[in-house]
């Protein structure tokens, strides 16, 4: 059977990409942020996990405005990244696994989670830019890859507890797969920041690290806010952090810790990282 073997959280800043392709890892600006990922690195490397379920949000480059669906899932083979206007150039196509992505939709609408299915998703820096940071940008990429979209562009978003709730029922989709595959899933965005109006760069330590103290073993802590109370503490984009609890409702209620690093700011934003070990 499909096992989860972990859970990772990442920023997914589109700066980060740039940094990566432009050698400036170890300049020091980026270093202590990209210094943060070795052992995450190392993690991944020694428990070689064969599938990774990326939950992000699209930021309009696959679905925009006129069209967004709550909950979206790639069910293809491949799916391509495309330009953004970030200044990012594409990377190589990810490899997928419709076949498990087909288990997970079925099980999840069975679980009453009516999610949108998606035979072609174009992937944007919400889900290149972690793979990067903790793979290294490949061609081909080393790992099999599943988006899961949520929305926390265009209001209605999902609140905190829907979250919590898709990853309950996304760990027992995933973990009633029968073949015998090794699981991450991996939680990209956050944590507090607003890219624009009045309180453009508003960074909130503090909310973030009580986040990912919480995150960890009482995720249900942060179900608590509504998506305004979160946005008043973490600033409008500071929403997506919900999305980390659809990576923590995956796992089992106990996990241990491997390894937590937050740093700010790069660019506007704070940057958590987190990997959770569901042994
Ligand atoms: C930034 C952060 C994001 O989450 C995003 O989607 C775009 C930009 C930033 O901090 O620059
Ligand atoms: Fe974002």
């Given at each position: ?158 609140s905190a507890k829907r979250c919590l709730q898709l990853g309950h029922a996304l ?109």
């Amino acid at each position: 059977m499909a096992k989860i073997i972990g859970g990772l959280t990442s920023s997914h800043i589109p700066a980060v990409g740039n940094a990566i392709e432009q050698g400036l890892t170890q300049e020091p600006y980026w270093k202590r942020f990209f210094d943060g990922y070795a052992p995450a690195k190392a993690w991944l490397a020694e428990n070689q996990p064969d599938v990774v379920i990326v939950v992000y949000n699209d930021h309009g480059l696959n679905f925009f405005l006129d069209k967004v669906p709550t909950f979206a899932i790639g069910c293809a083979d491949r799916y391509e990244n495309a330009d953004e206007g970030w200044g990012l150039k594409p990377v190589a196509p990810f490899t997928g696994d419709a076949e498990l992505s087909w288990h997970i939709a079925e099980s999840l609408v069975e679980q009453e989670f009516d999610i949108c299915t998606c035979q072609e998703i174009k992937v944007d820096h919400g889900f290149v830019n972690p793979l990067r940071a903790l793979w290294g940008t490949s061609d081909p990429w080393p790992i099999k890859t599943i988006p899961l979209a949520v929305n926390t562009v265009q209001h209605p978003v999902p609140s905190a507890k829907r979250c919590l709730q898709l990853g309950h029922a996304l760990g027992r989709a995933i973990e009633s797969y029968p073949e015998d595959l090794k699981v991450v899933v991996l939680g990209t965005g956050g944590m507090s920041h607003q890219l624009q109006g009045e309180r453009a760069g508003i960074i909130n330590v503090e909310f973030d690290l009580d986040c990912m103290e919480k995150i960890i073993n009482e995720p249900q802590w942060l179900t608590q806010f509504s998506n305004d109370e979160i946005m008043a503490q973490a600033g409008t984009e500071g929403i997506e952090t919900i999305m980390w609890l659809v990576m923590r409702g995956a796992l089992q209620p106990q996990v241990k810790l491997v390894h937590k690093h937050y740093h700010v700011p790069i660019s506007n934003t704070g940057a958590g990282l987190l990997v959770l070990d569901n042994q």
